[in-house]
RNA sequence: GGGGGUGUAGCUCAAUUGGUUAGAGCGCUGCCCUGUCACGGCAGAGGUUACGGGUUCGAGUCCCGCCACUCCCGCCA
């Protein structure tokens, strides 16, 4: 019998109808005489009652039988609950369904782990979890996660159809390019020893489109890399990518203001505000040390340089004289950081390459530190004032070259919010988004170990047009036209106006890369020649979709939205993948292997 | 590749300085229970303390190794 009502369907005004439920048992409550079985669905549950006064003995049985999970219909008619028993707590609680039949549909057997009580569950060993994948996604926390996914997914598609995008499909099996992620390949059986590779993103594609006249091109597109994994890093992931024609900067901050706009109020109902800030690279780095800040709580590094230029303390006044800076951050309340907090955020810094880590702890009226003893009275004063420093604050100093001193206080400031967090000194209201572009990146890094410019997003990225003549004098300075979308120091998205014109282009790969003619011509000789035949001004952005989704949902792990994840080792707890393949297979790909099969 | 954390009953967790027969709640099995919704009551079953070594009169606990999961660094143009 087919179902007549979900079960978070039935009300009042249905009461006196007969109806039929489908779904699981959620829950058993065994009278002896009376029996109620919680009944659920996707959308919700309803309470059915086994009454013996009007049915069968086996029928109320066989119900009692049931173990949690079983799937089941039942039929009978919707009735008020007696006076005082109704359940405030779920939207179906003034009814019940009398059960006058029943039907197994399917006997489950008992749970490795409980489903229905969402405090155990959501304790469970992820492991397990992922093993049974299926029961963990019937918990109403990962199905409502599961919805938003989908709810998000298609208000960015009828937006994007809104602003006249197309949606176009490119290749998965796709070739090598060796610079950035490493690749998952994939054998080639038709000529041996050649293969495709996964795209890390349809970056190529993308930008040929926009050679193809598409104008607006998007796409839900998976992406994969064989990199080391993290909570927001999964081998296979999906981007919201994006690229236009004839359009600058501005063009995609409004049209990604306008889709985050729109996805925020369909999936939380909330409006936020745009258009969003922006920062710039430099003072996202000099006021919070990273490039992705969270704007949330303050905490901001200041810096120190001019006060201590001619210090006596010559760890100071020494890293100022090799061109270095002195900055500091203010961690209110954290005087009482332990050994351990301490040393911790020591080995921050010196992972970047730093002697160690200056202090001052504000107790009892004291400075305590080993260092304070260095300070004239002024640098003290200028601290004080600067800092705003009072009883019970935590100062950390940094003294290194620009950017390193920048991040280790970067690194420090979040480490500090965290603990303080713990504490309970710090408290970040949980419908706090806060949006922010942070622009004018640096074009090129330069690799000290290989002496090379490399490209600090990729090597199609457009220079600020004022900057081209600086690329050949001071590449150093050259700002891209790079930009990235961050919310609350998690970094959404990022892309950039393209190179279009293909001598910019070449000047790029053979004169700051240095990429040899020949390579260039091997790995990006199409796109070269696409530019040679009318390619518009273009670009675009891509935002990751699980950290969108992760972040709708208030998680931590992408994994929690995506449905079938792999673990740290990029292993599928529940098929077991990646797995061995036959002898068979590896010779009609012409694979050998060399590396012993892993015993289990 | 490196560092941290975790691993004890089906699940979530205890177990004092190394010391009696490794406990509890939930789940499970049986019995009782007609208005529960974390139903309740009684009884019971259930353990290679991840795995392999070692120290010791004695190891869940200490040491060495190893596996899995997890967080971070490296890596992720």
């Keep these: 019998m087919k179902r007549t009502h979900h079960c978070n369907e039935l009300r009042p005004a249905h009461i006196g109808q007969t109806v039929t439920l489908a779904g699981w048992v959620h829950s058993r409550r065994d009278l002896g005489g009376l029996l109620f079985i919680d009944l659920r669905d996707r959308e919700g549950r309803t309470q059915t009652v086994f009454d013996p006064s009007s049915l069968p003995k086996e029928l109320v049985d066989a119900a009692s039988k049931l173990h949690s999970e079983s799937v089941i219909t039942v039929t009978g008619p919707v009735r008020q609950r007696p006076n005082g028993t109704e359940n405030a707590?779920?939207?179906?609680?003034?009814?019940?369904?009398?059960?006058?039949?029943?039907?197994?549909?399917?006997?489950?057997?008992?749970?490795?782990?409980?489903?229905?009580?969402?405090?155990?569950?959501?304790?469970?060993?992820?492991?397990?979890?992922?093993?049974?994948?299926?029961?963990?996604?019937?918990?109403?926390?990962?199905?409502?996660?599961?919805?938003?996914?989908?709810?998000?997914?298609?208000?960015?598609?009828?937006?994007?159809?809104e602003q006249g995008f197309l949606e176009v499909e490119t290749p998965t099996l796709f070739k090598s390019t060796p610079e950035g992620a490493r690749e998952f390949l994939v054998p080639n059986r038709r000529e041996p020893g050649t293969f495709y590779a996964l795209p890390q993103s349809p970056q190529q594609f993308k930008q040929i489109l926009m050679c193809a006249g598409v104008e607006?091109?998007?796409?839900?597109?998976?992406?994969?890399?064989?990199?080391?994994?993290?909570?927001?890093?999964?081998?296979?992931?999906?981007?919201?990518?994006?690229?236009?024609?004839?359009?600058?900067?501005?063009?995609?901050?409004?049209?990604?203001?306008?889709?985050?706009?729109?996805?925020?109020?369909?999936?939380?109902?909330?409006?936020?505000?745009?258009?969003?800030?922006?920062?710039?690279?430099?003072?996202?780095?000099?006021?919070?040390?990273?490039?992705?800040?969270?704007?949330?709580?303050?905490?901001?590094?200041?810096?120190?340089?001019?006060?201590?230029?001619?210090?006596?303390?010559?760890?100071?006044?020494?890293?100022?004289?090799?061109?270095?800076?002195?900055?500091?951050?203010?961690?209110?309340?954290?005087?009482?950081?332990?050994?351990?907090?301490?040393?911790?955020?020591?080995?921050?810094?010196?992972?970047?390459?730093?002697?160690?880590?200056?202090?001052?702890?504000?107790?009892?009226?004291?400075?305590?530190?080993?260092?304070?003893?260095?300070?004239?009275?002024?640098?003290?004063?200028?601290?004080?004032?600067?800092?705003?420093?009072e009883e019970g604050d935590l100062i950390l100093f940094a003294a290194d070259q620009w950017l390193n001193a920048c991040e280790i206080l970067g690194k420090i400031r979040l480490y500090c919010a965290d603990l303080l967090k713990a504490q309970g000194k710090l408290t970040i209201a949980p419908g706090q988004f806060n949006f922010l572009w942070v622009i004018e990146f640096p074009l090129l890094g330069f690799d000290r170990e290989q002496n090379r410019w490399y490209s600090s997003h990729h090597p199609f990225t457009a220079p600020v047009?004022?900057?081209?003549?600086?690329?050949?004098?001071?590449?150093?300075?050259?700002?891209?036209?790079?930009?990235?979308?961050?919310?609350?120091?998690?970094?959404?998205?990022?892309?950039?106006?393209?190179?279009?014109?293909?001598?910019?282009?070449?000047?790029?790969?053979?004169?700051?890369?240095?990429i040899p003619p020949d390579e260039t011509q091997l790995r990006f000789g199409y796109m070269l020649e696409a530019f040679r035949?009318?390619?518009?001004?273009?670009?675009?952005?891509?935002?990751?979709?699980?950290?969108?989704?992760?972040?709708?949902?208030?998680?931590?792990?992408?994994?929690?939205?995506?449905?079938?994840?792999?673990?740290?080792?990029?292993?599928?707890?529940?098929?077991?993948?990646?797995a061995g393949v036959s002898a068979r297979q590896l010779r009609d790909l012409h694979i050998e292997v060399k590396a012993a099969p892993k015993k289990d």
Excluded at 326 to 339: D, E, F, P, S, Y
Excluded at 484 to 507: A, C, F, W, Y
């Design 533 to 578: 035949y009318g390619a518009p001004p273009h670009g675009g952005i891509a935002l990751g979709f699980d950290r969108l989704i992760a972040i709708l949902c208030n998680t931590p792990s992408i994994r929690d939205v995506i449905a079938f994840p792999k673990t740290a080792k990029g292993v599928c707890m529940m098929t077991d993948s990646p």
């Design 216 to 389: 607006r091109y998007f796409q839900l597109a998976r992406c994969y890399r064989d990199e080391d994994l993290r909570a927001d890093r999964q081998p296979e992931f999906t981007q919201v990518d994006i690229e236009m024609s004839f359009i600058d900067r501005e063009d995609i901050y409004a049209l990604i203001e306008g889709l985050l706009k729109r996805v925020w109020n369909i999936a939380l109902n909330i409006d936020i505000p745009t258009p969003f800030k922006r920062i710039s690279f430099e003072e996202a780095l000099n006021r919070y040390g990273i490039d992705k800040p969270d704007t949330r709580f303050g905490m901001e590094l200041v810096d120190f340089t001019e006060d201590f230029r001619a210090s006596t303390f010559k760890v100071f006044s020494g890293t100022i004289a090799n061109g270095g800076v002195v900055k500091a951050i203010n961690a209110k309340g954290l005087a009482c950081a332990t050994q351990g907090q301490i040393e911790t955020m020591t080995e921050y810094a010196k992972s970047f390459g730093a002697k160690g880590l200056a202090f001052i702890k504000v107790e009892k009226g004291e400075w305590k530190s080993p260092i304070v003893k260095f300070f004239s009275d002024a640098e003290k004063a200028a601290l004080t004032q600067k800092l705003a420093i």
């Design 89 to 161: 707590k779920i939207p179906t609680g003034p009814i019940e369904v009398m059960v006058e039949s029943f039907t197994v549909l399917n006997y489950a057997d008992v749970l490795p782990f409980p489903v229905d009580d969402p405090e155990i569950a959501n304790k469970v060993n992820e492991e397990l979890r992922l093993q049974y994948r299926y029961l963990d996604l019937r918990r109403p926390e990962m199905t409502r996660n599961l919805r938003v996914r989908s709810k998000v997914a298609t208000a960015t598609r009828v937006f994007m159809e």
């Design 465 to 514: 047009a004022d900057d081209i003549p600086l690329l050949k004098q001071d590449p150093k300075k050259v700002r891209g036209q790079h930009y990235d979308i961050v919310v609350n120091g998690v970094e959404l998205g990022g892309g950039s106006i393209r190179i279009h014109q293909p001598d910019v282009q070449k000047t790029i790969f053979e004169e700051i890369l240095k």
